[in-house]
């Protein structure tokens, strides 16, 4: 499984992007995620959305990012609005594949300045 991440840039706080990631293989029966990770920080999870398309964020962006999938194309975004400083980060798309794990695209980074 590849998955590849794109859509990250510098952005003014306030602005918006749009992350989009592309899967090599189909993500039908798969909960797909994105996570982020700062500079000295752990990686953490920012939305992510079952089979069924129910979705769950963390709460620092509840209300600000929106993620949705499309299973026919393998895809899946995230709509990042009124970003904040503290959004600054590299986004990692995931697909949960058990029982193997998780499947990581490369990353892009998301900067937003003040």
């Known amino acids: 499984v590849q998955l590849q991440a794109s859509g990250g840039g510098l952005v003014q706080a306030g602005g918006s992007l749009k992350l989009s990631c592309a899967a090599s293989g189909s993500i039908i029966m798969h909960v797909m995620g994105w996570y982020r990770q700062a500079p000295g920080t752990q990686r953490e999870l920012v939305a992510a959305i079952t089979t069924v398309g129910s979705t769950n964020y963390a709460n620092s962006v509840k209300g600000r990012f929106t993620i949705s999938r499309d299973n026919d194309k393998n895809t899946v975004t995230l709509n990042m609005n009124n970003l904040k400083p503290e959004d600054t980060a590299v986004y990692y798309c995931?697909?949960?594949?058990?029982?193997?794990?998780?499947?990581w695209g490369q990353g892009t980074l998301v900067t937003v300045s003040s």
């Open positions: 995931a697909e949960h594949a058990p029982p193997t794990g998780i499947y």
